[in-house]
T-cell receptor, first 116, second 112 residues
Framework: NAGVMQNPRHLVRRRGQEARLRCSPM?????VYWYRQLPEEGLKFMVY????????ESGMPKERFSAEFPKEGPSILRIQQVVRGDSAAYFC??????????????FGSGTRLTVV | DQQVKQNSPSLSVQEGRISILNCDYT??????FLWYKKYPAEGPTFLIS?????DKNEDGRFTVFLNKSAKHLSLHIVPSQPGDSAVYFC???????????FGTGTRLKVLA
């Protein structure tokens, strides 16, 4: 396992379409965190998931955004009816347990979403 | 609003010299400060952290200093190497949680 895997690396969507971003955590990691980096800003927390559970989605916009982490398969960040303001780099991180913050998270390479 | 600010968007340093990256923060409710390094087309990589009960933490060529009275965090890289050229983010997080707040980053260029 090379680390946290995100795909696609680049995603272009027209306004109103749906965007699906995938994140496969490191082997043995069951905690996943999504962050977003808007242009000229730092990364910001969006949502924290464990297998089959959303633990904290307080950083995620209330509308059009959803996230899941099923028992099998990658975590999915879904953005419905995308708008230009959703254009950003979306990073996923994982940790083996809830103490991961102490040691720094392992981030994937990100998905750069461009809405045209 | 709880923030971290990296006021220098870029920094150039000669190879072998010291690189000093700075970060200022508001509010003092956070217990953990971290530095991440990011190469182009890659995700941020954890570098070093410091708890708010400490003033200094060292790991090889990297040392992080925390000045709580000035609400200032700095990362020293000595000696700087060309491979250190990257964007450096400081981040802060409340103890026991994952809700890091990141700065906007400083692009370090180490000149050979």
């Amino acid at each position: 396992n090379a680390g946290v895997m995100q795909n696609p690396r680049h995603l272009v969507r027209r306004r109103g379409q749906e965007a699906r971003l995938r994140c496969s955590p490191m082997k043995g990691h069951s905690h996943v965190y999504w962050y977003r980096q808007l242009p000229e800003e730092g990364l910001k927390f969006m949502v924290y998931l464990q297998k089959e559970n959303i633990i904290d989605e307080s950083g995620m916009p209330k509308e059009r955004f959803s996230a899941e982490f099923p028992k099998e398969g990658p975590s999915i960040l879904r953005i419905q009816q995308v708008v230009r303001g959703d254009s950003a780099a979306y990073f996923c991180a994982s940790s083996p347990d809830q103490t991961g913050y102490l040691y720094g998270y392992t981030f994937g390479s990100g998905t750069r979403l461009t809405v045209v | 609003d709880q923030q971290v600010k990296q006021n220098s968007p870029s920094l150039s340093v000669q190879e072998g010299r010291i690189s000093i990256l700075n970060c200022d923060y508001t509010n003092s409710m956070f217990d953990y400060f971290l530095w991440y390094k990011k190469y182009p087309a890659e995700g941020p990589t954890f570098l070093i952290s410091i708890s708010s009960i400490k003033d200094k933490n060292e790991d090889g060529r990297f040392t992080v200093f925390l000045n709580k009275s000035a609400k200032h965090l700095s990362l020293h890289i000595v000696p700087s190497q060309p491979g250190d050229s990257a964007v450096y983010f400081c981040a802060r997080g409340p103890s026991g949680t994952y809700k890091y707040i990141f700065g906007t980053g400083t692009r370090l260029k180490v000149l050979a």
